[in-house]
């Protein structure tokens, strides 16, 4: 069974007042297909991190993109996430013709993650006083 983790991103010189270890958190916001895995390479990886290049932009390309095993430390980099579904097919949906054309549309369903701070903060912006 596979899961669904985080990939927490930080910056050795980014502290917050504390001391503490400043970084940021991409969870994703699971709505289904955890399971299931596609045929295509780029893919079968829920997060990929590249070096950032303005050259590339296109996802196919990931494991291209990945292949040399470049360093993403100090340096800029680009976080990948597949952001999966799961459509359970449904009569509302639509309706294959007797020559076997699909007539209709499947109804929008959503994905995404949350990109969730890290010790960013000293203390809660919504709690006075902070020590």
Known sequence: M???DALEVTNAAFKNAQGHLSG???????T????????????????????????????KFLPTYVAPNPSVANT????????????????EDGAYTPNHLWVGTAHVMWTGFMLMPHDVFDCSPFYKPCP
């Open 2 to 4: 596979r899961t669904h």
């Open 24 to 30: 940021y958190r991409l969870v994703p916001l699971v």
């Open 32 to 59: 289904g297909g955890g399971l299931t895995q596609h045929y295509e390479t780029f893919t079968q990886n829920e997060f990929w991190v590249t070096p950032y290049n303005p050259s590339q932009f296109a996802a």
């Open 76 to 91: 800029d980099i680009v976080l990948w996430y597949k952001g999966s579904l799961h459509h359970q097919p449904r009569d």
